[in-house]
């Protein structure tokens, strides 16, 4: 029998011998041939062969092609690039080659940055939206820190919206689906002068939920979500054009999970705990409300040489959210005895266990200025400055449990300023030497208002704030030497770096506020080849990396001022990732179009030391009882496995279009498999909160007009209908120890069907 980790390696051999066979192919002359892709990842428009970066990209064809209509359907073609999505947005996490930040601390920035039209978002949870008027996805894997930012640490999505046209177009489409979708989209494009163009794209989508509340019947896990966006560009010389684009959506939603396994106190009537349960039971509204609005403001003035580019930006976002979080609705009253609960619900609210209530509004203004030199010299160069004022306000109330109450509010505030440069010095005619740099200057600040500071009904709160500046410098240094036949091997190293940072959450004291948690830095090595056939019909990119991470940032032990133990964010030790990816293509007939992408990434956590011991771990388990600071109970995970980071992850498709003949449309078919190894969820390592491997497959097949002024579509989504979890709770803690585990849904994870129709003009 072949092992599992001999099947790995096995098919990575594979896909860095295909792509060597690739450089040797044949040429034949064919009419049919792959696209050529540009890119931005580098700041200035290049050849996607020409950028000694791992990049997945997917331009608007590809985007059509694969039905991409979320931001997590991304992970169809990038495998190094995984999500988690939690109950709300705050639990919404991207990671990349098994790198990513979940921190509930509003002051926390993510270490996989998302731009939208060269603007930074402020928070990673806005990205988990959908995808309108799309011309070009791309994911950068690795770290991006030099360009983009210490908030790029791990990788990087950059997300290029579609430009103004010439002539008038529009396009409308609309979507039906089993499951109860319903959505409508709509672009219009075209001049107004001979100077002036605009776009106004815009979106509406209603789905019923897939989870019954069996208290009051209602659908939970639904969605309603609409947005707008306008664009104008006035380009009133040949060297001068200047953009506005102004961009607001808003999204309601609920996302409540189920029980998997729970003891028959826990959960109520009509609720069968298992892998498909879809019931469950509420006794309040669990839901959330986002809103968010961007303005941005770019002005590119060509000089002898040289381009000079403005990019200013404002965007606020908001999310205002209420939670039923202990899944049943029996409310105080009955769950523990009458002369129990002024001990148990001090505060005499009554009503559910627990009810969770958040208000959060983000607000940041950036500006960006480049002057980048023209590409026809032996070296070219880009210079820029950055700054960034970035504040987050957060509400919060947790109650009527007495171990559960909390109530804050808080302020975290991040102003960056930054230079940056980058250069490619032309070596020979065919070898370039690729050198960049970024110098930042960080000032964060908190506040922290803790109500329940003095006892739950005192009218003395506490008032907690600090403030802290911090210098960091990263770099990057790459290779790159075009082969006769075109090909690119390139090899670079670079550091990263995510900011200190403070862990303002629940807990939050003084002793926090004077001492922010440490930066946490990395250095990333990679060496790659990329290229495409001489016809154009075969393209291939093939990365090995290796990165570590110094001071990696986490929840671990740690003690507070006076000695008690607390478990919070800070730096815990040290990470490794490293591996393969391969991403192929090939038009293997004029009609039929392959593609593959592999990642093989081995996500180590080198050095955790006093972690936290799951609910329920034994010292046969490795929890040292007491052995932690302030005699808390911990563990050793160093050694171990990351959390949710598969070790092989691959996705396949087809594309399949001819004539249909006399008839006045094309024909098509497409398919795409995903599948990723087993993983853990949980950082600390609690098996049960494990996922076994998986896969997803999705079809689809249409007719479309070979100028594509129609196109419909009919799809299944997850055609196998393989049920997975994007996590599991273990709450027997919360119910005295009785079993009560709960499993977080995706909608992925069902099967569903549906059409797609769009009309162009």
Request: with cysteine; hydrophobic share 35%; net charge negative.
């Amino acid at each position: 029998m072949i092992s599992h980790n001999h099947f790995k390696y096995s098919l990575l051999s594979a896909a860095i011998g295909v792509s060597s066979l690739a450089i040797q192919m044949p040429v034949n002359a064919q009419e049919f041939a792959l696209e050529e892709i540009v890119v931005t990842a580098q700041k200035r428009e290049q050849n996607l062969q020409d950028v000694p970066v791992a990049i997945s990209v997917m331009n608007a064809d590809a985007i059509d092609r694969l039905d991409i209509k979320n931001f997590t359907d991304v992970t169809r073609v990038s495998p190094s690039l995984t999500m988690d999505q939690g109950e709300g947005p705050a639990g919404n996490v991207i990671r990349m080659r098994g790198v990513g930040t979940a921190s509930f601390s509003i002051a926390t920035e993510a270490s996989v940055s998302v731009v939208v039209d060269e603007v930074p978002l402020v928070r990673q949870a806005q990205a988990f939206s959908n995808l309108v008027d799309i011309d070009r996805v791309e994911v950068l894997r690795g770290p991006q820190g030099t360009l983009f930012g210490k908030n790029a640490s791990a990788g990087l999505v950059n997300i290029v919206t579609k430009a103004p046209s010439d002539e008038f177009t529009g396009s409308i489409s609309g979507r039906l689906t089993d499951d109860d979708e319903e959505k409508v989209q709509l672009s219009f494009s075209g001049p107004i002068t001979e100077t002036l163009a605009y776009r106004i794209s815009g979106y509406y989508q209603d789905r019923d939920g897939y989870i019954t509340n069996l208290t009051n019947g209602k659908d939970l896990n639904g969605e309603k979500a609409d947005g707008l966006r306008a664009k104008l560009v006035w380009q009133p010389t040949d060297a001068l054009d200047m953009e506005v684009i102004l961009d607001s959506s808003s999204k309601e939603s609920s996302s409540v999970s189920t029980w998997f396994e729970a003891d028959p106190s826990v959960y109520g009537e009509g609720i069968v705990p298992g892998e498909d349960n879809k019931n469950m039971r509420s006794d309040s509204p669990n839901g959330y409300q986002t809103d968010q609005d961007m303005a941005v403001f770019k002005v590119h003035y060509e000089l002898p040489g040289h381009t000079l580019t403005s990019v200013s930006s404002y965007q606020k976002y908001q999310v205002d959210s209420q939670v039923d979080t202990d899944l049943t609705d029996v409310p105080m009253e009955e769950s523990f005895p009458s002369f129990l609960l002024p001990i148990f619900d001090p505060l005499g609210i009554g009503g559910p266990v627990i009810i969770q209530e958040s208000s959060e509004e983000s607000k940041a203004f950036t500006q960006e200025i480049r002057l980048t030199s023209n590409s026809d010299t032996n070296f070219e160069y880009m210079l820029g400055a950055f700054y960034s004022d970035f504040e987050v306000d957060r509400e919060f109330d947790r109650k009527p449990l007495v171990f559960l109450l909390s109530r804050w509010d808080a302020t975290a505030a991040t102003e960056s300023m930054a230079v940056f440069g980058q250069g490619s010095l032309s070596i020979t005619e065919d070898t370039f030497l690729d050198i960049g740099f970024r110098l930042n200057r960080e000032k964060i600040s908190a506040d922290f208002t803790d109500y329940y500071a003095n006892g739950f009904t005192s009218d003395t709160p506490e008032n907690y704030s600090g403030e802290d500046t911090q210098n960091a410098a990263t770099g990057k240094l790459a290779l790159r030497h075009f082969l006769d036949n075109g090909a690119m091997v390139f090899g670079s190293v670079s550091t990263g770096y995510k900011g200190q940072t403070y862990d303002v959450a629940t807990g939050f004291t003084q002793a926090d506020a004077d001492n922010p948690v440490g930066e946490e830095n990395s250095i990333s090595y990679e060496l790659g080849i990329k290229g495409t056939t001489e016809n154009r019909r075969f393209r291939y990119e093939v990365v090995a990396f290796l990165t570590d991470f110094d001071d990696y940032q986490a929840q671990g032990a740690t003690v507070d001022s006076v000695g008690a133990p607390v478990f919070a964010l800070n730096n815990v030790g040290e990470l490794r990732t490293q591996g393969v990816e391969a991403d192929l293509s090939f038009q293997a007939t004029e009609n039929l179009r392959l593609s593959a992408t592999v990642a093989y990434v081995d996500a180590t956590l080198e050095s955790f030391e006093n972690a936290q011991c799951y609910f329920g771990q034994t010292e046969a388990q490795g929890c040292m009882i007491g052995a932690g600071p302030g005699g808390l109970d911990v563990q050793d995970l160093s050694g171990e496995d990351l959390n949710n980071s598969p070790d092989l992850k691959y996705n396949l498709s087809a594309y399949w279009e001819r004539s249909a003949g006399s008839l006045p449309f094309n024909i098509f078919a497409q398919a795409n498999y995903q599948w990723q190894d087993d993983i853990n969820y949980s950082l600390y390592g609690n098996p049960l909160n494990a996922q076994e491997a998986y896969g997803i497959a999705n079809i689809s097949v249409g007719i479309v007009e070979p100028n594509e002024q129609y196109k419909v579509t009919f799809f299944v989504n997850n055609l196998f209908d393989e049920n997975y979890s994007m996590g599991y709770d273990d709450a027997s803690q919360r119910f005295g120890g009785a079993t009560a585990i709960s499993k977080q849904w995706s909608r992925n994870a069902m099967r569903y069907a549906g059409i797609n129709a769009s009309y162009n003009f």
